[in-house]
């Protein structure tokens, strides 16, 4: 074969899996992390007032997982220590598949906490929520009212996590089961910040803490997750893809800042 077809062919493999989301390589044999199998099975870690039991495969039922998440998010005292438990959280398959856990950015005292949805390509890479073009889109959005994840003062200040901490696959939409793993220590994320407001952003955040879909219904509409005020919002993902909805979230930014001042 001459050596420019090998070169073409080459070039189009190459050039399909960066289509799929290949970002680097890493060996000459293919590791397929999600459908690792552990040949015997493993004992789950001990923890004060879970049952224990022993599991078969590298994850115990997912029943068992959120047990564990809330018991491991309960006894978390600060941030740092939720951080902590969360890092050492095992049962959630996307951890393997993340460079980086990204657990949240801004000021902690901020009366704003912002909620998305997990990481992208950019997040997992930096470790940041909202840091790739939608994360700036959202930083444009904020400085329209005077508010920054930068700010020193609660009041102008923000305060940003996501319902999932680790990167889905070429940034699929959370599975239930990683949401449900994941929710305890959201939680307790919440309870910490002890924000005044809440916004999520999203389908997933909406249908994580509110128990509902459907963001274009939602959005505008003041609602409550465990009794904090919150305000869903349409996704800066959503509004670089359709740019006449800023309309309806410039409006929700008035009506936030609104109910700060008053």
Same mark, same amino acid.
């Given at each position: 074969?001459?050596?420019?077809?090998?070169?073409?062919?080459? %070039?189009?493999?190459?050039?399909?899996?960066?289509?799929?989301?290949?970002?680097?390589?890493?060996?000459?044999?293919? /590791?397929?992390?999600?459908?690792?199998?552990?040949?015997?099975?493993?004992?789950?870690?001990?923890?004060?007032?879970?049952?224990?039991?022993?599991?078969?495969?590298?994850?115990?039922?997912?029943?068992?997982?959120?047990?564990?998440?809330?018991? &491991?998010?309960?006894?978390?005292?600060?941030?740092?220590?939720?951080?902590?438990?969360?890092?050492?959280?095992?049962?959630?398959?996307?951890?393997?598949?993340?460079?980086?856990?990204?657990?949240?950015?801004?000021?902690?005292?901020?009366?704003?906490?912002?909620?998305?949805?997990?990481?992208?390509?950019?997040?997992?890479?930096?470790?940041?929520?909202?840091?790739?073009?939608?994360?700036?889109?959202?930083?444009?959005?904020?400085?329209?009212?005077?508010?920054? !994840?930068?700010?020193?003062?609660?009041?102008?200040?923000?305060?940003?996590?996501?319902?999932?901490?680790?990167? #889905?696959?070429?940034?699929?939409?959370?599975?239930?089961?990683?949401?449900? &793993?994941?929710?305890?220590?959201?939680?307790?994320?919440?309870?910490?910040?002890? #924000?005044?407001?809440?916004?999520? &952003?999203?389908?997933?955040?909406?249908?994580?803490?509110?128990?509902?879909?459907?963001?274009?219904?939602?959005?505008?509409?003041?609602?409550?997750?465990?009794?904090?005020?919150? %305000?869903? &919002?349409?996704? #800066?993902?959503?509004?670089?893809?359709?740019?006449?909805?800023?309309?309806?979230?410039?409006?929700? /930014?008035?009506?936030?800042?609104? !109910? /700060?001042?008053?």
């Amino acid at each position: 074969m001459p050596q420019s077809q090998d070169y073409a062919e080459a %070039l189009v493999a190459l050039l399909w899996q960066v289509e799929l989301g290949v970002t680097e390589a890493i060996g000459d044999v293919p /590791l397929i992390r999600y459908e690792a199998v552990v040949e015997k099975p493993v004992e789950l870690p001990k923890l004060a007032g879970v049952k224990m039991a022993t599991a078969v495969a590298g994850a115990p039922e997912v029943e068992q997982a959120v047990d564990i998440a809330q018991q &491991m998010a309960k006894g978390a005292a600060d941030l740092s220590a939720l951080r902590a438990a969360i890092a050492n959280y095992d049962f959630c398959e996307l951890k393997k598949g993340a460079r980086n856990l990204v657990f949240a950015d801004g000021n902690p005292a901020a009366r704003v906490m912002i909620i998305g949805e997990a990481p992208g390509k950019d997040e997992d890479v930096e470790g940041l929520p909202f840091v790739g073009r939608a994360g700036q889109l959202l930083d444009k959005m904020l400085a329209a009212i005077d508010m920054s !994840r930068r700010a020193q003062t609660a009041q102008d200040a923000v305060y940003i996590t996501n319902v999932l901490p680790w990167r #889905p696959p070429q940034n699929r939409d959370p599975e239930a089961e990683e949401v449900a &793993m994941m929710l305890p220590f959201l939680k307790r994320h919440i309870a910490l910040v002890a #924000p005044d407001f809440i916004v999520p &952003m999203g389908n997933a955040a909406c249908r994580a803490l509110l128990g509902k879909s459907g963001i274009t219904r939602l959005r505008g509409q003041w609602a409550a997750v465990d009794g904090i005020p919150a %305000l869903p &919002m349409l996704h #800066p993902a959503y509004l670089l893809r359709t740019p006449m909805a800023k309309r309806e979230a410039w409006a929700d /930014l008035l009506a936030l800042k609104a !109910r /700060l001042k008053g």
